[in-house]
């Protein structure tokens, strides 16, 4: 895989797979923490979903300003160590069990990826900027991407064992561990990507970073403060932190707008096509990032989890107690799996009240067990699992399928790959409405099937569409202004993440789910029926640019 690439890939790979390890490691458990009655912070499926849309929201929200500050003063390699050693530290505070603990740590992993993401791949895409490599690009990227999945795929085995024998702590402290571990493989790989790290020089109109700090991000800071204090309690969407995010975006939207709007003819094209190709792909991270929110409440509520036969430290035991029928069945108390109570308020005071369906209430009759009786069954957060193993098994054959066409002459523009990518990936969707009804709405445990089925069709989606929108912004980008424009990539990304909490956190609003999963549906194909209207002016643009 490596021969006909450059030297540096590898030691980018490996960086990214292990940054990805502890990042999605601590994503797949997030929720689970904050919902956790005992050990964790007892929050119910609104708030969880709503802190979760926002964190990961914020994590892709600060790569335009990290690449800004790459390519004006730090330079990528400076940036890449800097933001990795704080996402580290990030994730070994955050099992830490103080909420004003979790709140920094959060921020230290906000702060840290706004460094790390858009510079690494930044850095990869000038490895492959010469003659001998361009072609390469698409393919460069496609093999860097797997690299992530390889992280994500084994993260939750660590974490799910880690987090079921010793604690959330364990599993967070692995996390950071992974991350550390990452930024030893880039330091070594140092020599075969020294020469790419060159700073883009300043042209007439460009503006300074300071003046950009005082326009853009003191004014972010701001609006988001109006946003969190306006009404005191989610004024326009689901709550306060909602409120903040999209305050806090304006800033920084108007001034993408204004980039473009002071580009010179020659740049112009090719801006409007990446900030059209933002837009449109908001809308499949909003959809996509479920994974972490919605779909692990389809893993725990509504699939059939138990295993026969099997031991081991990524299984939990259950356990049917002697609860009254139609009330409540409740984990065995030594484990840590559904996290049950919420809380409300009753004749004024607060109580908590079982919220979240235990596993056995809608296990079919005829598979009931006793009372009393244990079963094995494995973790929610293993579901978070799928995609990465999809990616891992799909990526060779995508891109050896693009090569193929490529020596055809056939290969699709980087364009029309993205939007196929949102056709797929809104099929995908389909997938879980048929779960839906297979369920009879819940009222039946399903298979684990749909959901690695759903995960396939969205796989491939994902993988038309993700690693082609890095190739994109290093193939149009003005060399100036590569970073900045890829942190514009992360902020669609983050736009999508934080509309994916919303999304999530009405999952309790529906009684239908299929009408849930049907909403999903429409966004993305209305996304990507937008795209394929754009494409022949994308296209030509690609063209003009020389570019594929």
């Keep these: 895989m490596w021969k006909q690439h450059p030297k540096a890939l590898p030691f980018l790979f490996f960086s990214e797979m292990w940054e990805r390890f502890g990042y999605y490691l601590m994503i797949g458990i997030f929720t689970l923490y904050l919902k956790d009655a005992k050990e964790g912070f007892n929050m119910d499926e609104r708030d969880s979903a709503s802190l979760y849309g926002t964190f990961i929201a914020l994590v892709y929200f600060t790569p335009f300003l990290g690449g800004l500050i790459a390519d004006r003063f730090l330079g990528y390699r400076r940036s890449i160590i800097m933001g990795g050693l704080l996402m580290g530290a990030g994730y070994c505070m955050m099992g830490i069990h103080n909420l004003n603990l979790l709140y920094l740590s959060m921020a230290l992993v906000i702060i840290g ?3 790390f993401k858009p510079n690494i791949s930044t850095l990869l895409g000038n490895v492959y900027s010469t003659a001998q490599h361009m072609d390469q690009k698409d393919e460069g990227y496609n093999i860097f991407y797997m690299g992530i999945n390889v992280g994500a795929f084994i993260c939750n085995f660590f974490g799910a064992a880690l987090y ?3 604690g959330w702590g364990a599993a967070f402290a692995a996390a950071g561990v992974g991350m550390f571990i990452g930024v030893l493989t880039f330091i070594i790989g140092t020599r075969h990507y020294k020469a790419y790290d ?3 020089p300043l042209k007439a109109g460009d503006m300074p970073l300071w003046k950009i700090l005082a326009l853009v991000v003191l004014p972010s800071v ?26 806090a975006c304006i800033p920084v939207c108007l001034f993408y707008t204004a980039l473009l709007l002071r580009s010179n003819k020659e740049e112009r094209p090719a801006m409007g096509a990446m900030l059209a190709i933002f837009a ?5 991270w909003a959809i996509f990032k479920q994974n972490g929110s919605a779909l692990n409440t389809w893993a725990s509520r509504y699939t059939d989890r138990e295993v026969k036969g099997v031991s081991g430290s990524i299984l939990t035991s259950l356990k049917q107690t002697d609860k009254p029928a139609n009330t409540t069945y409740q984990p065995d108390s030594v484990v840590k799996l559904d996290h049950q109570f919420r809380k409300i308020r009753e004749n004024g005071k607060e109580v908590k009240e079982w919220n979240y369906p235990p596993y056995f209430k809608n296990v079919a009759p005829g598979k009931l067990p006793k009372e009393g009786e244990t079963v094995k069954a494995w973790l929610p957060s293993l579901s978070q699992s799928i995609n990465p193993f999809w990616v891992i098994a799909l990526t060779p054959l995508v891109v050896a399928f693009f090569t193929w066409l490529r020596r055809q002459g056939k290969e699709p523009s980087t364009p029309t790959k993205i939007a196929f990518g949102l056709l797929i990936s ?11 009804k297979a369920g009879n709405n819940g009222a039946e445990k399903v298979s684990a099937w749909w959901l690695v089925a759903s995960y396939g069709v969205v796989t491939i989606g994902e993988l038309f569409l993700s690693p082609m929108g890095l190739s994109l912004v290093s193939k149009l980008s003005p060399v100036r202004i590569t970073s900045l424009m890829m942190g514009g990539w992360f902020l669609s990304t983050s736009i999508g993440n934080k509309l994916s909490g919303i999304l999530a956190s009405q999952w309790d609003e529906y009684d239908d789910k299929t009408n849930y999963f049907w909403l999903n549906f429409i966004l993305l194909g209305s996304a990507a029926l937008f795209l394929f209207v754009l494409l022949k002016w994308l296209n030509k643009v690609m063209k003009e640019k020389g570019v594929n």
Excluded: C, H
């Design 198 to 200: 060159v700073r883009k």
């Design 113 to 115: 990826n706004g460094f």
């Design 164 to 166: 079921t024998l010793i």
């Design 280 to 284: 449109v792909v908001v809308l499949f």
């Design 222 to 247: 701001i609006f988001g403060a109006i946003g969190w204090m306006i009404k005191g309690d989610g004024y326009l969407l689901d709550s306060n932190s909602t409120d903040a995010f999209i305050f």
């Design 426 to 436: 809104a099929l995908s969707v389909l997938v879980m409405v048929a779960a839906v």
